[in-house]
């Protein structure tokens, strides 16, 4: 399967990825009242903000936005409870005391989603450049009991670990929310050693230093 992911960077690319964003954050989940708005224009000169759209045979199926050092205050406001792995760790303190990167816009076409080479190769391109810019963490939200939630994809494939809940956000869903965290050195390690196709697919390509950022 051919599958390429760029970083958006140009106005077109921004329309290749809202048109992913229409198809599944309007159309099918009806969770904004308007795209445009998920992936704002001025994004493009963000330097904390990253975005990128992968393509198949037929154009645009997935897209993936990355925000560096998410502000502290997007967080007090959700009113965390934690849970389970999390009941011990201090978020606001995990927060400010590590290099933290949020996934989130997280999206593939629902025609597309039988394959998950294009979620691997979206995060593929996502940590090869979080890694690179000194990163340690990921942290994202997915929505409990929602029909096409990756939390099995994030906890079981990623290694990603729920440590909060919490009832509101941006987006408009009844669901409540899951907060996940992801340690990227541990992650490394861990599909190094458990999950090697998964390993390959995502370090595909990561040049020699970014492996020692890993390994180090």
Same mark, same amino acid.
């Given at each position: 399967?051919?599958?390429?992911?760029?970083?958006?960077?140009?106005?077109?690319?921004?329309?290749?990825?809202?048109?992913?964003?229409?198809?599944?954050?309007?159309?099918?989940?009806?969770?904004?009242?308007?795209?445009?708005?998920? @992936?704002?224009?001025?994004? #493009?000169?963000?330097?904390?903000?990253?975005?990128?759209?992968?393509?198949?045979?037929?154009?645009?199926?997935?897209?993936?936005?990355?925000?560096?050092?998410?502000?502290?205050? #997007?967080?007090?406001?959700?009113? @965390?409870?934690?849970?389970?792995?999390?009941?011990?760790?201090?978020?606001?303190?995990?927060?400010?005391?590590?290099?933290?990167?949020?996934?989130?816009?997280?999206?593939?076409?629902?025609?597309?989603?039988?394959?998950?080479?294009?979620?691997?190769?979206?995060?593929?391109?996502?940590?090869? %450049?979080?890694?690179?810019?000194?990163?340690?963490?990921?942290?994202?939200?997915?929505?409990?009991? %929602?029909?096409?939630?990756?939390?099995?994809?994030?906890?079981?494939?990623?290694?990603?670990?729920?440590?909060?809940?919490?009832?509101?956000?941006?987006?408009?869903?009844?669901?409540?929310?899951?907060?996940?965290?992801?340690? #990227?050195?541990?992650?490394?390690?861990?599909?190094?050693?458990?999950?090697?196709?998964?390993?390959?697919? #995502?370090?595909?390509?990561?040049?020699?230093?970014?492996?020692?950022?890993?390994?180090?």
């Amino acid at each position: 399967m051919q599958v390429e992911v760029t970083r958006v960077e140009t106005p077109e690319a921004r329309e290749q990825a809202l048109a992913v964003l229409r198809a599944t954050y309007l159309e099918e989940k009806n969770w904004v009242a308007d795209q445009e708005q998920m @992936f704002a224009q001025s994004d #493009l000169e963000n330097p904390d903000v990253s975005w990128f759209v992968c393509f198949g045979a037929e154009g645009p199926v997935g897209v993936l936005r990355v925000l560096y050092d998410p502000p502290l205050e #997007l967080y007090r406001e959700y009113g @965390f409870q934690q849970i389970g792995a999390g009941s011990g760790i201090d978020v606001e303190a995990f927060l400010r005391d590590n290099r933290i990167a949020e996934i989130g816009r997280f999206a593939v076409l629902p025609e597309s989603r039988r394959s998950v080479v294009y979620a691997l190769s979206l995060m593929r391109a996502a940590s090869e %450049e979080t890694v690179r810019r000194g990163y340690s963490h990921y942290v994202t939200d997915i929505f409990e009991g %929602e029909k096409h939630s990756p939390y099995e994809f994030h906890t079981r494939v990623m290694g990603f670990i729920p440590v909060a809940t919490h009832d509101v956000g941006e987006l408009n869903t009844h669901h409540r929310r899951i907060t996940l965290i992801l340690d #990227l050195r541990q992650a490394y390690w861990r599909l190094k050693t458990k999950k090697k196709k998964v390993y390959r697919l #995502l370090t595909d390509g990561w040049s020699e230093e970014l492996h020692q950022k890993m390994a180090s």
